[in-house]
C-alpha cells in the first residue's frame, strides 16, 4: 500500500501510542480455497455473489465456521458435497456470519461451504485511515454513466480489512488461501483479477464471463477484482505477462509510466536471490481511488494520479518509486504477510526501503539518498510520530498504522541495518526470511532472527531500540583540545527527551579545508566522550555526514564552514545539509560561493536547489551567477533543473531574456513551459490568455501554478480553474507566508465554489477531506479548514438556488455536506 499521505507534508497525526492491545488473529479455521462467483448490478451499486469456501479446522475440531461478511444479504448457506447442496444453520450477526456445520471436523477434514449473498458497499460506515481514505472494499465509479468526463469503473480495495465486504472470508492478514473468481461483466468492458485468465466466455445477451485463477495462496486482503473500459499494453518479464491497463486516452504513455516494471522483476530477484513467483505481473488505475497504489497480487491497482502526459514524463515519471514499492510488496507482503496489523513493519518497512534500492540501482546512490532522505523529512517534521514504536500493538485502530513510521522511519531504519551488517548479509538475511516464510506470515522477531542465522551477530540492541521503541537520536556536540597529548577532544550529548540509543557514528574532522573521517561507537548514554589525535585543534565536525543514522543533529556551523563542507563532502547527504545550512545567510559571501558550486553538482537534485536558493535580483548573485544560469536554462540535460533556471533568470526582470522564455514554451516539458509562461507574463501580463490557451496546466506543480494565479483569477480563465484547486483550497496557510498571493488564492476559492464547476469541486474536497484526517491532532488547523469548506457549502447552496434543476451543482453540495457532517463529529 502507498498512500496518499506519503505526498503531503505530515501534519500532526494523532498519536495510536495509547490504545488498546490487538493481538494477532487466533486461528481456528484453515483456508484451503475460495471459489467466487460475481456479478455486477450498475444501477443498484451492489455485487450479486457465490462463494464455495473449503477450509479444515486449524487444530482444534471444530463445528463452526466464523466468517466476516460486512453489510450483506444472505440468501443462502449450504455444505457443498459433489456439487450437492445441503442447507446449514447460520447467523449473522455485528457482520459476523456463524455457520453450523453438519458435524464435528477435526484438523485436516476438509469440507467446503457455499454461500449465496448480496454486497452492498454503500452500507458501509467504517472510516478510513490517513493512507486509505474509505473502508467500503468495493467502489462503483460513475456506474450511471452519467458524467461524460469520467469512465465507469468498479473496483475493490481490500487493506486492512474490507475485502469482506465484497465476499463472505476471514478477514485477517494471518490467514491465507487459494483463489479463482468468475467475473460476468457487460462486453464493453475488461476485467482484471490475481493470477491468470483461464477462459473469457459469453453468458447471455452482451455479457461476459471471465475467469481467474490463483493457485498459491495469499491473503484475503490481496484479492482484486477491477472492471473498466481500458487499453491494455502487453510488455513482458522473462516469460510472465507484465500488462498495463490504463485510460485510453493515456494508452501511448503507459510504457513511459510503467515501462520499467520488467527491469525491476528481474533486479529485485537477482537481489533477492528469489524469482519472482507469481505467473503474471499487471497494473491498472483507477478513478477516484481511495490511496495511492495498492499491491493486489499480481494485480496492483494505481490511482489514477500515475497516468502522466508526455510533457509530464519529459521532466521525471513522479509515480516510478510507488511502482518500484509495489512491485517489492510482492516478496514482502505477499509471499511472507505481516502475521497482524501491529508488524506491519514487514510489509511497508521493506516496500518503502524497495524505492532506495531501485533507485541506488537505476540511477545511483547519489540519488537514493535523495529519495531516503526526503522520506525521512517527512517523519521528522511531525513530532507526534516520534512516541511511536516501528511495531506497536496497542493503537486505537488498525488504520493507525499506516503512517510514516511503519513507512518512511521504517525505510530508513534497514538502512542503517544493511550499513551496520553489510551487503552480503543484509540482502542473505533477506533471502533467509523469505524462505523460512514463504506463503506464510512473519514478525519483525523472524527478520531479526534471519539476519542473527546469517551474520552471526546478536542484533536485540538494534531491534529492540529501532522496531520496538520510538523515536530517534537528538544529538549536539563539542569540541575541545588537549595541547599536551595533541588530541582533539569530541563530547557527543543524546538530547532527545526519551529514550537512549547506541549506535555507530561516521564524525568528519576538518583541518585546514580537508576531511579525516573516524567512526564511533556511541554508547546509550546521554554524553559519550572520544579522543582522537590531531596536530591542532579542528576548524570544525560534521556528524553523520554519510546520512546512515536516522537522527537529528544540531547544526549552526559558520557559512565559511558550510563551503569547507560542500567542497569536501563526498555523499549526497553531506553536500545537501552543506547547501541548506548556507541557504540560511544567503546574503553571506560564502553561502553564495556555496550556491555556486551546487550550480555545477552532478546530482540534478542540488543544482535545483541551489537555483531556488540562487537570488538573480540581488546585485552580487546576478553578476556571479547570471551566466551559469543562463547556460542551465538552455542546456542541461534535465528539464526540471532548466525550468528552474528559468525561474531563476526571471526574477532579473530583465527582457533581454523574452526571446529564451518564448522558444521554451515550445519545449516538451511541463516545468519548462510553466516557468517560461510565467516569466513572460510577469513583463507582460497581457499575453497570459493568449499564450496559456493551448496548455494543460492540471500537472503543474504547486509553485508554478502559485506564480500563474494571480492572472489566472484575475481574467477568470475557466480553462485553468481545474488547475489552481489543489493551491486555493488552503489560501488560508498561504496568506500567513504570502498575503498578497493568500488573497488571490481566496478569490480563487470563491470563483471555483461560485461556479457550477464539478472537477474542481471534486478535487478541493478530495484534498480537504484527506488533509482533514490527518490532522486529528491539530484542532485550530481543523478549524480553519472546516471553515473554509462552510464557505464552500454557503456558495454551493446559493448557485443551487438559482439552478435548482442543476444534477451537477446539487452533487457538489452533497459532496461538501457529507464532509462538513464527517469532520464536524
Known amino acids: 500500500m502507498f498512500g496518499p499521505w506519503y505526498f503531503v507534508s505530515a501534519q500532526a497525526l494523532e498519536s495510536s501510542a495509547i490504545g488498546k492491545y490487538h493481538p494477532s488473529h487466533t486461528k481456528t479455521t484453515e483456508l484451503e480455497h475460495t471459489k467466487l462467483k460475481v456479478a455486477i448490478d ?14 479444515s479446522p486449524y487444530f482444534y475440531p471444530s463445528d463452526s465456521l466464523v466468517l466476516n461478511a460486512k453489510a450483506m444479504l444472505i440468501h443462502q448457506v449450504s455444505l457443498d458435497r459433489n456439487s450437492n447442496l445441503k442447507p446449514l444453520n447460520f447467523t449473522y450477526k455485528d457482520d459476523i456470519l456463524k455457520i453450523n456445520l453438519d458435524k464435528s471436523y477435526s484438523k485436516n477434514e476438509k469440507y467446503t461451504v457455499y ?3 448480496t454486497a452492498r458497499p454503500n452500507q458501509i460506515l467504517q472510516k478510513g485511515s490517513a493512507a486509505i481514505s474509505e473502508a467500503k472494499g468495493l467502489y462503483f465509479i460513475n456506474a450511471s454513466g452519467i458524467r461524460k468526463d469520467k469512465p465507469t469503473q468498479i473496483w475493490t480495495q481490500g487493506e486492512t480489512e474490507a475485502s469482506s465486504v465484497w465476499f463472505p472470508t476471514i478477514d485477517k492478514p494471518n490467514i491465507k488461501t487459494t483463489q479463482e473468481i468468475y467475473i460476468t461483466v457487460p462486453n464493453r468492458f475488461l476485467t482484471l483479477s490475481n493470477g491468470v485468465l483461464k477462459s473469457s466466455l459469453p453468458t447471455g445477451t452482451d455479457l461476459r464471463t471471465d475467469h481467474w485463477v490463483l493457485d498459491k495462496k495469499h491473503a484475503p486482503y490481496l484479492f482484486f477484482m477491477g472492471i473498466g473500459e481500458y487499453a491494455v499494453v502487453k510488455d513482458k518479464w522473462r516469460n510472465i505477462p507484465v500488462d498495463y491497463y490504463v485510460e485510453k486516452k493515456y494508452e501511448s504513455q503507459a510504457k513511459g509510466i510503467f515501462g520499467n516494471t520488467p527491469e525491476m522483476l528481474e533486479f529485485f530477484s537477482k537481489r533477492l536471490n528469489y524469482d519472482y513467483p507469481w505467473n503474471k505481473y499487471a497494473q491498472m488505475t483507477a478513478r477516484d481511488y481511495v490511496s495511492g497504489a495498492m499491491e493486489n497480487t499480481t494485480a496492483v491497482l494505481h490511482s489514477d494520479m500515475s497516468q502522466q502526459s508526455a510533457a509530464a514524463l519529459a521532466d521525471e515519471n513522479i509515480w516510478e518509486d510507488v511502482i518500484a514499492h509495489e512491485v517489492f510488496h510482492h516478496w514482502f507482503g505477499n509471499i511472507v504477510t505481516t502475521e497482524s496489523w501491529s508488524n506491519l513493519s514487514v510489509n511497508e518497512s521493506f516496500a518503502n526501503y524497495s524505492e532506495y534500492l531501485w533507485n541506488e540501482h537505476k540511477y545511483g546512490q547519489d540519488l537514493a539518498d535523495y529519495g531516503l532522505n526526503k522520506a525521512l523529512e517527512v517523519y521528522f517534521r511531525d513530532p507526534s510520530l516520534w512516541t511511536k514504536d516501528l511495531v506497536r500493538f496497542k493503537y486505537h485502530s488498525r488504520e493507525d498504522m499506516f503512517d510514516a513510521v511503519s513507512y518512511n522511519k521504517g525505510g530508513g531504519v534497514l538502512h542503517m541495518l544493511r550499513k551496520f551488517l553489510g551487503d552480503d548479509a543484509f540482502f542473505a538475511g533477506l533471502h533467509e526470511y523469505l524462505r523460512a516464510n514463504e506463503y506464510a506470515t512473519g514478525e519483525v522477531h523472524q527478520v531479526r532472527l534471519a539476519f542473527e542465522k546469517i551474520s552471526g551477530k546478536d542484533l536485540n540492541w538494534f531491534f529492540n531500540q529501532w522496531f520496538y521503541g520510538a523515536g530517534h537520536p537528538v544529538l549536539d556536540h563539542t569540541l575541545s583540545y588537549e595541547p599536551i597529548k595533541k588530541q582533539v577532544r569530541l563530547v557527543v550529548r543524546q538530547t532527545q527527551s526519551q529514550g537512549l540509543f547506541e549506535f555507530p557514528l561516521a564524525v568528519d574532522f576538518y583541518l585546514n579545508g580537508k576531511a579525516v ?8 548514554s546521554k554524553q559519550n566522550e572520544f579522543a582522537i589525535p590531531l596536530e591542532k585543534m579542528a576548524d570544525f565536525v560534521v556528524l553523520n555526514p554519510d546520512g546512515v543514522l536516522l537522527s537529528q543533529i544540531k547544526d549552526d556551523k559558520k557559512p565559511e564552514h558550510y563551503l569547507q563542507q560542500f567542497q569536501g563532502a563526498k ?3 553531506n553536500r545537501a545539509k552543506a547547501l541548506e545550512g548556507a541557504g540560511r545567510t544567503p546574503d553571506n559571501l560564502n553561502s553564495l560561493k556555496v550556491f555556486l558550486l551546487a550550480l555545477k553538482d552532478s546530482n540534478f537534485r542540488l ?5 531556488k536558493l540562487l537570488d538573480l535580483s540581488r546585485s552580487e548573485h546576478l553578476k556571479s551567477g547570471v551566466d551559469r544560469v543562463l547556460d542551465l536554462a538552455q542546456n ?3 528539464t526540471l533543473v532548466r525550468g528552474q533556471a528559468l525561474a531563476a533568470l526571471a526574477k532579473t526582470k530583465d527582457r533581454k531574456y523574452l526571446p529564451l522564455y518564448e522558444r521554451s514554451l515550445l519545449v516538451k516539458s511541463n516545468a519548462v513551459r510553466a516557468n517560461a509562461l510565467a516569466a513572460i507574463v510577469e513583463l507582460d501580463p497581457s499575453r497570459f490568455q493568449n499564450l496559456s490557451a493551448g496548455l494543460d496546466m492540471r500537472e503543474w506543480n504547486d509553485e508554478a501554478i502559485s506564480r500563474l494565479l494571480p492572472f489566472i483569477v484575475k481574467d477568470k480563465v475557466e480553462q485553468h480553474r481545474t488547475a489552481i484547486a489543489q493551491t486555493v483550497a488552503f489560501y488560508p496557510f498561504l496568506a500567513f507566508e504570502d498575503p498578497v498571493l493568500g488573497d488571490w488564492a481566496k478569490k480563487g476559492y470563491q470563483w471555483i465554489m461560485e461556479s457550477d464547476d464539478l472537477e474542481s469541486t ?5 484534498v480537504m477531506k484527506q488533509v482533514l484526517k490527518e490532522l486529528k491532532s491539530n484542532p485550530q488547523a481543523k478549524v480553519v479548514l472546516l471553515q473554509i469548506l462552510r464557505e464552500g457549502q454557503s456558495a454551493k447552496l446559493a448557485l443551487l438556488r438559482s439552478n435548482p434543476s442543476s444534477d451537477s451543482v446539487k452533487e457538489q453540495v452533497e459532496l461538501l455536506n457529507r464532509i462538513v457532517e464527517e469532520y464536524q463529529k
Open 42 to 55: 450498475l444501477e443498484k451499486e451492489e455485487l450479486q455473489g457465490e462463494a464455495w469456501i473449503s477450509a
Open 115 to 117: 454461500v449465496k449473498y
Open 517 to 524: 573521517r573516524h567512526h564511533f561507537w556511541v554508547k546509550a
Open 571 to 573: 555523499e549526497f547527504y
Open 607 to 611: 543544482r535545483t536547489q541551489a537555483l
Open 636 to 638: 542541461d540535460s534535465k
Open 762 to 766: 471534486e478535487k478541493i474536497s478530495s
